[in-house]
Structures are given as structure tokens and as C-alpha cells.
């Protein structure tokens, strides 16, 4: 009671900073150390890519639909707590199955649940600092500074107590994500909502070459998060190392978050994405040259930078070319390309050729993958196609 009383009084800046502050460090309990969970049930990197390729598949087929759905129907905050809830039962399961089958079946449910709940948090608080004049990156930070601390301190908890209580403590840590999200604001009912599609924003052809570098980033960064801890151990490594590479990548996420606002107004939008795509760029192959897990810990660190600056531009970017109350569904549309559609073409094949080949080959195909996304990217500026945007609703 005496949360919601706070958490009614506080300033917009103050509600969207304290979501992202609880929402991400749940997610550094378990996520950084789930494929490492697997590996100790003894599952295949083929497996684990199945695995992988679940969410992407939610990612793309449902998340756009329900976000659509909670933007033209104003029930934005209703899809977001019903989707932080039900994830929550879910992970309280997640101890249990030893074998593919059930987990497979517990990773579909998951996946179903939570598909909603990134797009539909990142367009209400993208939307918020829109609407109130603030620095979206001053709030999401947070998220990437509570994600550092957590994975880093996970890291070596589970190392010393193994992973029995891992999923029940994420579940018992949604519970601050989900009181503060009752705390966000609505916002507007999407303009034109008589269409029953979001495929109009395609209209916009800066939207379309922002989805579609999302498509290739997602490959490569997918690829990233689902083999890394496994890579890590195959160089020698152990849980504290795991939790270090994801803690320091996070970490350095919020320096350039901090500061993004500053640099997209020097560079505008576009020469931001590419200077975000030219780190990561640097950061894959960093990857693929790597000899141990130290070098691993490392290059993860300019990762960070680079995803920290790519994530703001991106959810800036679609916010500010879609029309009003259309963010949440633009953001969808984003990870159902960068999350969605690129996972799940290429996890069980990133898989396969772990299994065959190592991780050094694993990466440096992905390092390629991100310089075909700066090209398009190169050329799409060349083109102007990320001038404004005259939108028309019949």
C-alpha cells in the first residue's frame, strides 16, 4: 500500500525508471544462465537452438497482433500486467522438466506470454518521455544498470548454490516490474484505428529500413545471447565469468544511455544507428577472434556500448515516425523483425553449426551479417528516406 501511494505520487521520469529498474534485473536472474541450465540437463546446442527459436516464433506471429489490438483498443497496461503475471507462473515451473519435451512445452507457454510484454512497456514509456519532454534513455538506464548488478551477483551466487532456487527467485522479483507497471500512463488511442492492421506503417520507408536492419542485428545478437555462456565454457570459463560478460556488457550500456539523448540531437537519428552499428560490428568480430574467456568479458563490454546506443536510437526513431498512439505497435513490429523473424529463421541452424564448427565461425558469419546491415543502412541514407513522413487515414 504504502508502494502504490509513492508510486502514484511520483514524476512520469521517476515511474518509467523504476519499471525498467525492476523489470531487467528479473530477467538477469535466470536469462544469462538459462542455456547453461540446459547444458547441465545435458541438452545439444541443436536443442538449445530449438529452444531459442521459440520466442522469435511469438515474437513475430502474436506480439504484433496484441500490440495492435492494445493500441487501437487503449488496453495497453491491461496486455502488459496479464503478460508479466503469467510469466511469472511460468518461470515457478521451470524446475522441474529434465527432458526436451517438457521444456519445450513450458518455453512455448513462456513465450506466449511474454511476447507482448517488450514492445507494449517500450512504446507506453518511449510515448511517456515523448509526452513529458524527457530523455527516454535517462529511464531506461536503469534496466541496464540493475541488469549489470544482478547477472554479476548471480553469477557467482549460482556458481556456489547451483540453479534450485533461480527461477523461483525471478518469479518472486516480477512482482516490483509488474506494481510498477500499474503506475505507467495509457496514453492515446491510436489515430486511424479503424484499420485492423499494422502494415500501413510500412508506408514510411525510413520504418521499413529500420525493421529490416532490425532483422539482421537480430541475427547476429541472438546468436550472441543464446551461445555466448555456452562459448564461454568451452574457453575455460565457469558461472562467474558468465555473469561478469553479461554484467559488465550491461553496465556498459548506461554511460551511452545516459547520454544518448546528446548524441542523437549531434548525429540525428540515422548517424547514430550507423555509429551503433559500427561498434557492434567491431564487437562480433571481437568474438570470433577471441582465445579466452577474458577477451570474451571484454569485447562484451563494447558490445554494450553498441547496443545500448542501438536500442535507444531504435525505439526513438519508431517513435518519433510513427504516427500518435501508434508506438507500441511500431515497437512490435521492431521486435517482431530484431527478436522475431531473424531468431527464428536462423536459431536452429546457429545451432547446427556450433555443433559442428565452434563458436569462433559462429561469430565471424555473424560479424558479416551486421556489415550487410550497415550497408542498407548506408545506402538508405544515401537515398534520404529518413525525412518526415506525411502520413494519410482514410
Same mark, same amino acid.
Given at each position: 500500500?504504502?508502494?502504490?501511494?509513492?508510486?502514484?505520487?511520483?514524476?512520469?521520469?521517476?515511474?518509467?525508471?523504476?519499471?525498467?529498474?525492476?523489470?531487467?534485473?528479473?530477467?538477469?536472474?535466470?536469462?544469462?544462465?538459462?542455456?547453461?541450465?540446459?547444458?547441465?540437463?545435458?541438452?545439444?546446442?541443436?536443442?538449445?537452438?530449438?529452444?531459442?527459436?521459440?520466442?522469435?516464433?511469438?515474437?513475430?506471429?502474436?506480439?504484433?497482433?496484441?500490440?495492435?489490438?492494445?493500441?487501437?483498443?487503449?488496453?495497453?497496461?491491461?496486455?502488459?500486467?496479464?503478460?508479466?503475471?503469467?510469466?511469472?507462473?511460468?518461470?515457478?515451473?521451470?524446475?522441474?522438466?529434465?527432458?526436451?519435451?517438457?521444456?519445450?512445452? &513450458?518455453?512455448? $507457454?513462456?513465450? %506466449?506470454? #511474454?511476447?507482448?510484454?517488450?514492445? =507494449? !512497456?517500450? +512504446?507506453?514509456?518511449? @510515448?511517456? *518521455?515523448?509526452?513529458?519532454?524527457?530523455?527516454?534513455?535517462?529511464?531506461?538506464?536503469?534496466?541496464?544498470?540493475?541488469?549489470?548488478?544482478?547477472?554479476?551477483?548471480?553469477?557467482?551466487?549460482?556458481?556456489?548454490?547451483?540453479?534450485?532456487?533461480?527461477?523461483?527467485?525471478?518469479?518472486?522479483?516480477? &512482482?516490483?516490474? $509488474?506494481?510498477? %507497471?500499474? #503506475?505507467?500512463?495509457?496514453?492515446? =488511442? !491510436?489515430? +486511424?484505428?479503424?484499420? @485492423?492492421? *499494422?502494415?500501413?506503417?510500412?508506408?514510411?520507408?525510413?520504418?521499413?529500413?529500420?525493421?529490416?536492419?532490425?532483422?539482421?542485428?537480430?541475427?547476429?545478437?541472438?546468436?550472441?545471447?543464446?551461445?555466448?555462456?555456452?562459448?564461454?565454457?568451452?574457453?575455460?570459463?565457469?558461472?562467474?565469468?558468465?555473469? &561478469?560478460?553479461?554484467?559488465?556488457? %550491461?553496465?556498459?550500456?548506461?554511460?551511452?544511455?545516459?547520454?544518448? +539523448?546528446?548524441?542523437?540531437?549531434?548525429?540525428?537519428?540515422?548517424?547514430?544507428?550507423?555509429?551503433?552499428?559500427?561498434?557492434?560490428?567491431?564487437?562480433?568480430?571481437?568474438?570470433?577472434?577471441?582465445?579466452?574467456?577474458?577477451?570474451?568479458?571484454?569485447v562484451s563490454a563494447v558490445r554494450g556500448v553498441g547496443y545500448?546506443?542501438?536500442?535507444?536510437?531504435?525505439?526513438?526513431?519508431?517513435?518519433?515516425?510513427a504516427p500518435e498512439g501508434w508506438g507500441s505497435t511500431a515497437?512490435?513490429?521492431?521486435?517482431?523483425?530484431?527478436?522475431?523473424?531473424?531468431?527464428?529463421?536462423?536459431?536452429?541452424?546457429?545451432?547446427?553449426?556450433?555443433?559442428?564448427?565452434?563458436?569462433?565461425?559462429?561469430?565471424?558469419?555473424?560479424?558479416?551479417?551486421?556489415?550487410?546491415?550497415?550497408?542498407?543502412?548506408?545506402?538508405?541514407?544515401r537515398q534520404n528516406w529518413f525525412a518526415p513522413h506525411n502520413?494519410?487515414?482514410?
Amino acid at each position: 500500500m504504502a508502494f502504490d501511494r509513492l508510486a502514484w505520487r511520483a514524476r512520469p521520469a521517476t515511474i518509467g525508471a523504476a519499471y525498467y529498474g525492476f523489470f531487467w534485473p528479473m530477467v538477469a536472474l535466470y536469462a544469462p544462465f538459462f542455456n547453461v541450465y540446459l547444458l547441465s540437463l545435458g541438452f545439444s546446442g541443436t536443442q538449445m537452438g530449438i529452444l531459442a527459436a521459440v520466442f522469435p516464433l511469438f515474437a513475430l506471429g502474436i506480439s504484433p497482433n496484441i500490440s495492435s489490438l492494445a493500441d487501437r483498443r487503449g488496453w495497453r497496461l491491461k496486455v502488459l500486467q496479464l503478460s508479466l503475471l503469467g510469466w511469472a507462473l511460468v518461470l515457478l515451473l521451470y524446475r522441474f522438466p529434465t527432458s526436451f519435451g517438457p521444456m519445450l512445452l &513450458l518455453v512455448i $507457454l513462456e513465450s %506466449a506470454l #511474454r511476447s507482448p510484454s517488450l514492445p =507494449i !512497456a517500450d +512504446g507506453l514509456i518511449a @510515448r511517456m *518521455a515523448m509526452r513529458h519532454k524527457l530523455n527516454f534513455g535517462d529511464m531506461r538506464l536503469w534496466g541496464s544498470l540493475g541488469f549489470a548488478a544482478v547477472s554479476i551477483i548471480s553469477g557467482i551466487v549460482w556458481q556456489q548454490m547451483g540453479y534450485g532456487v533461480m527461477f523461483v527467485a525471478a518469479a518472486v522479483a516480477m &512482482l516490483p516490474a $509488474l506494481l510498477a %507497471a500499474r #503506475r505507467l500512463e495509457e496514453g492515446e =488511442i !491510436a489515430v +486511424g484505428n479503424g484499420r @485492423r492492421s *499494422a502494415r500501413f506503417l510500412a508506408q514510411d520507408k525510413g520504418i521499413v529500413i529500420l525493421i529490416v536492419s532490425a532483422f539482421f542485428l537480430g541475427m547476429a545478437l541472438f546468436s550472441t545471447y543464446v551461445f555466448i555462456g555456452v562459448y564461454i565454457k568451452d574457453l575455460g570459463g565457469n558461472d562467474t565469468h558468465i555473469g &561478469l560478460l553479461f554484467g559488465l556488457s %550491461a553496465l556498459a550500456e548506461v554511460p551511452v544511455m545516459r547520454y544518448s +539523448g546528446a548524441i542523437i540531437q549531434k548525429l540525428q537519428g540515422p548517424r547514430a544507428l550507423l555509429l551503433a552499428m559500427v561498434i557492434l560490428f567491431v564487437s562480433m568480430l571481437g568474438n570470433a577472434l577471441a582465445w579466452s574467456p577474458l577477451v570474451l568479458i571484454v569485447v562484451s563490454a563494447v558490445r554494450g556500448v553498441g547496443y545500448g546506443l542501438l536500442f535507444v536510437v531504435m525505439v526513438q526513431l519508431l517513435n518519433e515516425r510513427a504516427p500518435e498512439g501508434w508506438g507500441s505497435t511500431a515497437q512490435s513490429m521492431f521486435q517482431a523483425a530484431f527478436l522475431g523473424l531473424a531468431p527464428l529463421l536462423t536459431s536452429t541452424l546457429n545451432g547446427i553449426i556450433y555443433d559442428s564448427w565452434g563458436g569462433s565461425l559462429l561469430f565471424g558469419l555473424m560479424t558479416a551479417v551486421i556489415g550487410l546491415s550497415i550497408i542498407l543502412l548506408l545506402l538508405a541514407m544515401r537515398q534520404n528516406w529518413f525525412a518526415p513522413h506525411n502520413w494519410q487515414f482514410e
